[in-house]
Nanobody, 122 residues
Framework: QVQLVESGGGLVQAGDSLRLSCVAS????????MGWFRQVPGKEREFVAA??????DYADSVKGRFTIARDNAKKTVYLQMNSLKPEDTAVYYC?????????????????WGQGTQVTVSS
């Protein structure tokens, strides 16, 4: 069983930055693929970014603005969000893919956090 706890969301203005954090339990965190997804009401949960031990990937909509990173010693994954836009407003979810297989769709991620709200005002 893996528990994920996100933090760092909030209300910011367009152009501002936020850093989300996700602390995980689990003895083999370093082997997990970790991802960030986001969801707005009435829409599908969408991929934002993912990181393995050797690779990262980003949705086109956030490339160049968001950075995903991990600290295996702290069992924590981060999402640094710069130049935020109103369209980035969503609930952001941290997810773990314990198989270790890199993926950018929500399928295959077997543990999810409770989500943290990010609201960007114009």
């Amino acid at each position: 069983q893996v528990q994920l706890v996100e933090s760092g969301g909030g209300l910011v203005q367009a152009g501002d930055s936020l850093r989300l954090s996700c602390v995980a339990s689990g003895r083999t965190f370093s082997m997990y693929v970790m991802g960030w997804f986001r969801q707005v009401p009435g829409k599908e949960r969408e991929f934002v970014a993912a990181i393995s031990w050797s690779s990262t990937d980003y949705a086109d909509s956030v490339k160049g603005r968001f950075t995903i990173a991990r600290d295996n010693a702290k069992k924590t994954v981060y999402l640094q969000m710069n130049s935020l836009k109103p369209e980035d407003t969503a609930v952001y979810y941290c997810a773990a893919r314990t198989s270790g297989v890199f993926g950018t769709t929500r399928w295959g991620y077997d543990y999810w956090g409770q989500g943290t709200q990010v609201t960007v005002s114009s």
